[in-house]
């Protein structure tokens, strides 16, 4: 019985790490980010303009300060954050379901893209918000995972065969 010994030729490539943008697709990200934008601006005004308006006007005038007096109380913010962390979180589940492969990462990519969509719309306002510290670190601390979650769920959706409507 004769053996063939592999050719050097034959062997495989050596290891190498990815790199950080490595399989990165920037289409699917920047789907996912003007998802997060919107449907967290739907979100919002529909809460704070429709709900909010209404429930209080059970108590009686609504007026625009009482609106944003509401807004920047410790409620509204929370409110506020807890919509901004779902639609980051669906605009990343949208990325990562658009890409080919690495959801999660995809949907990190689209939490760190909606950071930078928020400092350029800050910065572009002419009298800035004052918010407390906690808010803005806690912002600052959700906003990525909160895209990798949706990542992550674009990558179980995907792993289960399930094939969402859409192009």
Request: zero cysteines; proline letters at 7%.
């Amino acid at each position: 019985m004769r053996v063939e010994q592999p050719s050097r030729s034959s062997s495989p490539p050596p290891i190498e790490p990815a790199g950080f943008f490595t399989g990165i697709e920037i289409r699917p990200i920047i789907l996912g980010v003007v998802v997060d934008y919107i449907a967290t601006y739907v979100a919002i005004y529909a809460y704070f303009f429709v709900y909010l308006a209404r429930e209080l006007s059970k108590q009686g005038e609504v007026t625009p300060e009482l609106l944003a007096e509401y807004m920047l109380s410790t409620e509204g913010l929370l409110v506020g954050l807890v919509i901004g962390t779902l639609g980051t979180a669906l605009g990343g589940f949208v990325a990562g379901y658009k890409a080919s492969k690495l959801e999660t990462k995809h949907g990190a990519f689209v939490g760190a893209g909606s950071l930078v969509v928020s400092f350029v719309e800050q910065a572009m306002q002419s009298e800035p918000v004052a918010v407390p510290e906690w808010f803005r670190v806690v912002s600052l601390l959700i906003i990525i995972p909160a895209g990798a979650l949706g990542g992550y769920l674009a990558s179980a959706v995907k792993g289960m065969g399930l094939r969402l409507p859409g192009p």
